[in-house]
């Protein structure tokens, strides 16, 4: 398989080392590619630069029309789409199928936006002027994929910003490029999309800090973790070339004392396990009222002991974590804070009969004895641990919230108005969800903190691929 896609075709890596991508499941190497080279980054991204001035002059219809048939392309391969993605991620094949039907859902909502990009027309300073402000793309998107949602994110990328007249370069992750990879041959034979609009290069960091220090780029979107996005902002800042962030998170729940208890244990342990614990929105951290802590804490170890682990092509509850360097650093995390004075209520280290020998499996684990200042409750944890610790007061809890670097998701439960609706005042975070889980695209899906810079879905998610220009009308 080729590593490139430049100019409406598959193209060849001009030397770049091979990049083995693995199966999370068996630990064994799927397949082996090309990685790109700078050189490939520098052809993909001047054939943006060539097809962007056509493309922006397009009628915005014709432009949602073709992200409209992506939609319907998805849809029409969800099955094999969603084969290749529990393959090389190691997702659950329903998560997997969630996450490629949800691909399309995000296409489609994109499209929408074609004939509703709207401007300002305002009154002039002089007589007889007006002032119009006009949204106009910003020319050449690159975007960076993680690996653990690699289909969505790039649809996410690349569906507004086509819409809104860009022309993109995607990377998908290094751990992860094949279903991005299948998606664009599909694309390439069905969608009749212009050559150089959608470009694709498959490749590591080098390949993703070439996408941002390239003189060709305009604008950077990006998702990964935060030590990343610093990298990018730095190797950005030279070039003032603008970048938005969509970076970890260290999610709090909060269950009040006036919770429905088994609403809030369900909607914990899937966020915390969802996608085997790796998804930037995961509960990471559980803060319960003492009032109801006896209630909860043996509801939510049962809740997590009964998870089925397995491969995840038979659909249990969680499969294996991405890979052998993911596993690692959870297990990692457990360990520390174990030594720092958490006791283990179920799962730990040890996987005493995994599913595989050679797959990266970590149980689900719940610790207590856990205090606000364990890193444990500071760092990101990749990983399905929670970590639970007894409050005195809905103060309390909201302190230690937002006690944190990161600022991207948060949960509340409660059956009262006054404390969700001082909750929501209170934390301070992109997004709160109330007594549930779960986005949606006409939302807006924003970190705060160090969790991120922009945001992505919904209306602004639409308008951050866009940029302001003002023209001044003088009739006199
Ligand atoms: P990562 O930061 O390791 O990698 C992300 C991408 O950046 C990859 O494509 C990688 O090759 C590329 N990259 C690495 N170094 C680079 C550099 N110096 N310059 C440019 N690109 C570079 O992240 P990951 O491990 O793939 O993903 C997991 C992280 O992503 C977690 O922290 C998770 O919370 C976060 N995430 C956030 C969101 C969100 O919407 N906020 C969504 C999904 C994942």
């Not at 709090?252 to 996608?275: L, Q």
Request: some cysteine; aromatic content about 6%; proline content about 5%.
């Amino acid at each position: 398989m080729s590593p490139l896609y430049i100019h409406g075709e598959w193209a060849e890596s001009s030397g770049g080392e091979k990049i083995a991508v693995h199966d999370p499941t068996t630990g064994k190497e799927i397949r082996s590619i090309p990685s790109a080279t700078e050189r490939d980054v520098e052809r993909a991204t001047r054939a943006a630069r060539r097809a962007q001035n056509d493309w922006q002059r397009r009628p915005a219809k014709e432009r949602g029309d073709l992200i409209r048939e992506i939609a319907d392309l998805i849809e029409e391969n969800v099955d094999s789409l969603a084969e290749t993605l529990v393959e090389e991620q190691g997702k659950t094949r329903s998560v997997a199928a969630y996450e490629i039907r949800a691909s399309a859902d995000i296409a489609r909502y994109m499209a929408e936006w074609d004939r509703r990009i709207e401007g300002d027309v305002v009154p002039g300073s002089a007589p007889r002027q007006s002032i119009s402000l006009l949204r106009r793309p910003y020319g050449v998107v690159s975007g960076i994929i993680p690996w653990n949602f690699p289909i969505s994110v790039f649809v996410r990328k690349f569906s507004p910003a086509l819409v809104t007249g860009n022309t993109t370069v995607l990377k998908p992750s290094e751990l992860t490029p094949l279903t991005t990879l299948e998606l664009t041959d599909l694309i390439h034979q069905e969608i009749d999309l212009p050559p150089g609009v959608l470009n694709v290069v498959a490749g590591g960091g080098n390949v993703g800090a070439k996408l941002v220090s390239d003189d060709e780029v305009d604008y950077v979107t990006m998702t990964g973790n935060v030590e990343t996005g610093k990298a990018i902002m730095r190797n950005a800042a030279d070039d003032l070339t603008r970048v938005s962030l969509e970076l970890g998170g260290k999610a709090p729940a909060i269950v009040c004392s006036d919770a429905d208890i088994e609403s809030a244990v369900s909607h914990i342990v899937s966020s915390r396990t969802v996608n085997a614990g790796q998804a930037c929105t995961c509960v990471e951290r559980v803060y319960v009222h003492e009032d109801v802590h006896e209630e909860f804490q043996p509801l939510f170890v049962d809740a997590m002991e009964s998870l089925e682990i397995g491969d995840p092509r038979d659909d249990p509850d969680m499969g294996p974590q991405v890979s052998a360097a993911e596993q690692d650093k959870t297990q990692r995390a457990i360990k520390q804070a174990i030594e720092q004075g958490a006791t283990v209520l179920t799962g730990g280290i040890e996987v005493s009969d995994p599913p595989t020998d050679e797959g990266h499996w970590v149980l689900p684990t719940v610790l207590a004895n856990v205090d606000q200042e364990m890193d444990v409750v500071k760092e990101e944890v990749f990983g399905p641990v929670a970590p639970l610790i007894e409050v005195d007061s809905l103060d309390q809890a909201i302190e230690y919230a937002n006690d944190s670097r990161y600022g991207l998701s948060s949960y509340v439960f409660t059956e009262s108005y006054r404390n969700a609706m001082q909750i929501t005042e209170d934390l301070d975070f992109g997004e709160t969800f109330i007594n549930g889980s779960g986005g949606a695209q006409q939302g807006h899906h924003i970190g705060w903190n160090e969790s991120g810079l922009g945001g992505e879905d919904g209306k602004h998610g639409a308008l951050k691929y866009t940029q302001i220009k003002s023209v001044y009308h003088n009739f006199q």
